[in-house]
Every structure is written in structure tokens, then in C-alpha cells.
């Protein structure tokens, strides 16, 4: 069955990076869109970013733009989420998708999530 | 930017039917999908494209979508059934791809 299990989440002070990852399983990984999505305490889902299945396409939201990279390794079945310049507002969830990509997109799975604090 | 607007909460007695309404400007125009998130859970697919049930998901769950507003019906509520639900379209002519409603939590009375 398709599994999703992300890592890489933890306290990181404002101003610095972290590297999220998203082992998946289950599935033809090179042939899904895969998506991240955060979601803050309290708060409802939003996306942060998504990719293509041969990496050619990558979209950025806009809170995100400019300091984040997806990137993905179809060899080894991983999706990565690169972001620098943490601030506290990226204190979330985080969980990564897979993506049913198409006229009107939806995420049919999704993993477990990794936590992001963001604090002096 | 594509807004869907969704009522804070919705309470229904067990048995009864719970209507969860998600509005949007010609909502009717797009596919509307919803997920269920359970409390310290990740949010899973209950209905994608308006009306259509993944494997797994009790017939109780149904869609619809029609002019402004998309609803997600359960019938026969249960107790398992209280959780937060987002309504979600893939908005591809602005910059907001991926657009959620703000949720709606479910009470079970």
C-alpha cells in the first residue's frame, strides 16, 4: 500500500535551514506529482510546494517563494523540501502528498507529517 | 485569488445528517474535493471530483457541487465521524494552486 513517511523536522532558530524528506513506498514514484503541505497549529492546510514527476516542473508558494527548493530523487524514492531563512511563521506540520494530477488535482495520500518549530 | 469559504462548525446529533457547505464563485465550474482530518491525524480523502469516493470510505460520505457551493453530506452520523473536513480545489489560473477551505469542524452531539 502507498507510504509516506516524512523526516527531518525540529527546532531550528529564526534565520535557519532545514531539509524535510519523504521516503514513499507503494507506488511508481516517478510517475505521481508529490506535494508538500503545512499546516500551523490550530490551523487549516496550506501548500508550500509542488514538483513533477521527472522533477521538469516546480511550483512555489508564495509565503516560500524565493527561499525553498523541491527537489526529488526517483532512484532513491524521496521528495525533499529545502528551505533557509526560517522565520516563525513556518512553525507548522508538515506533511508531503501524493499528488492525482489532472484536471482538478487532488492528494490521495498522505504521510504522517514532520513537526517545524521555529524559535529563538 | 480563489477564496472557498466554509462555515467554522457544524453540529448534528448522532443518526442524523450532517451538510457541510463550501462556497467559492462558480464553484460549480470546478472539482471539488474534501478531506477528513481526525484530531492528531493526518487529513485523508473522503470525496474527490464533486461526488466520488475513494475505496474504503463509507457510502454514508457523498458530494455535490452546484453554482456557488459544494456540500459534503454524511448520513447516518457517527461518533467517529467528528473531525475537521476541508473542502479543496486546484486553482490553475492564478498563482494559488492549491486552494483549502478553512475547515469546518464536525460535532457529534
Known amino acids: 500500500q502507498v507510504q509516506l513517511v516524512e523526516s527531518g523536522g525540529g527546532l531550528v532558530k529564526p534565520g535557519g535551514s532545514l531539509r524535510l524528506s519523504c521516503e514513499a513506498s507503494g507506488f511508481t514514484f516517478s510517475e505521481y506529482y508529490m506535494i508538500w503541505i503545512r499546516q500551523a497549529p490550530g490551523k487549516g492546510p496550506e501548500w508550500v510546494a509542488y514538483i513533477s514527476g521527472s522533477a521538469k516542473s516546480k511550483y512555489y508558494a508564495d509565503p516560500v517563494r524565493g527561499r525553498s527548493s523541491i527537489s526529488r530523487d526517483n532512484a532513491e524514492n524521496l521528495l525533499y523540501l529545502d528551505i533557509n531563512s526560517l522565520r516563525p511563521e513556518d512553525t507548522a506540520l508538515y506533511y508531503c502528498?501524493?499528488?492525482?494530477?489532472?484536471?482538478?488535482?487532488?492528494?490521495?495520500?498522505w504521510g504522517q507529517g514532520t513537526l517545524v518549530t521555529v524559535s529563538s | 485569488s480563489y477564496v472557498l469559504s466554509q462555515p467554522p462548525s457544524v453540529s448534528v446529533a448522532p443518526g442524523e445528517t450532517a451538510r457541510i457547505p463550501c462556497g467559492g464563485d462558480?464553484?460549480?465550474?470546478?472539482?471539488v474535493h474534501w478531506y477528513q482530518q481526525r484530531p492528531g491525524q493526518a487529513p485523508v480523502l473522503v470525496i474527490f471530483?464533486?461526488?466520488d469516493r475513494p475505496s474504503g470510505i463509507p457510502g454514508r460520505f457523498s458530494g455535490s457541487n452546484s453554482d456557488n457551493t459544494a456540500t459534503l453530506t454524511i448520513s447516518g452520523v457517527e461518533a467517529g465521524d467528528e473531525a475537521d473536513y476541508f473542502c479543496?480545489?486546484?486553482?490553475?489560473?492564478?498563482?494559488?494552486?492549491?486552494?483549502f477551505g478553512g475547515g469546518t469542524k464536525l460535532t457529534v452531539l
Open positions: 502528498a501524493r499528488v492525482k494530477h489532472g484536471s482538478g488535482s487532488y492528494l490521495g495520500h
Open positions: 462558480n464553484i460549480a465550474t470546478k472539482s
Open positions: 479543496q480545489v486546484w486553482e490553475t489560473t492564478t498563482d494559488h494552486h492549491v486552494v
Open positions: 471530483y464533486d461526488s
